[in-house]
């Protein structure tokens, strides 16, 4: 089993931007199915370790809706809000593998969704991506790769290493993917055409859209 969380949100578009982390279990990508609910809550207490245990995996066990103050933390001590009833201004709702939190009264929103994906060994694909978040109005998130996608997790990692980054703000990471399923999609074909352009330079004439990117490489290329 494998586990991607999808996260979205912010206050307007000037900082709301939507992450995409490939999770792990014991260093590894591939989760036994036995651990997918453990790894999922372990990744949330990250976040919010003050919830009471019981409640929380009743709330992703069962299905159910666990909405819990958020808090902030001191040395494991509650420093704000310094007193709090049933109403708060900043709380979080756990609703199977998925999280929302609330602040200051729904002014600021952030998602959480946990996305399990069962594939056959066969078709375990690995893609190393570089990220740029909040790029541009209506843009949370662009989702860039320069090489073919890989089949041994260990040549992904050696290629991961060497990327340079075209922005300090992005990220890179590598992401599991089923490699019938993303086959046919526009999103693989465009970056596919990229690679096949630039024969593999990921500097070559950079655009951080795909479009832009395969102009550019066509007009000093054919």
């Not at 069962?62 to 909405?67: D, I, W």
């Not at 890989?150 to 490699?179: M, P, W």
Request: hydrophobic share 35%.
């Amino acid at each position: 089993m494998f586990i991607k969380k999808i996260s979205y949100g912010g206050i307007d578009w000037h900082d709301s931007y939507r992450t995409i982390t490939q999770i792990k279990w014991n260093k590894q990508f591939e989760i036994p199915a036995s651990k997918v609910t453990d790894c999922i809550v372990n990744d949330i207490m990250q976040k919010v370790p003050y919830l009471d245990p019981v409640d929380f995996y009743n709330a992703v066990l069962r299905n159910k809706t666990y909405r819990f103050p958020l808090l902030i933390l001191e040395n494991g001590k509650v420093v704000f809000p310094e007193e709090y009833e049933d109403i708060w201004e900043s709380y979080g709702e756990i609703e199977g593998y998925s999280l929302k939190r609330y602040y200051y009264g729904g002014q600021a929103l952030y998602l959480t969704d946990y996305e399990i994906s069962d594939i056959p060994q066969e078709q375990v694909c690995y893609l190393v991506e570089e990220h740029f978040y909040a790029y541009t109005k209506g843009v949370p998130l662009v989702e860039r790769f320069y090489h073919r996608p890989f089949k041994e997790l260990k040549e992904a990692e050696a290629y991961q290493r060497t990327l340079k980054k075209h922005d300090e703000r992005s990220e890179v990471s590598i992401q599991v993917y089923n490699l019938q399923e993303i086959s046919s999609t526009e999103w693989l074909r465009a970056n596919m055409e990229v690679i096949e352009l630039s024969l593999e330079d990921a500097e070559k004439n950079y655009a951080v859209f795909v479009k832009n990117h395969i102009e550019n490489l066509k007009k000093c290329c054919l």
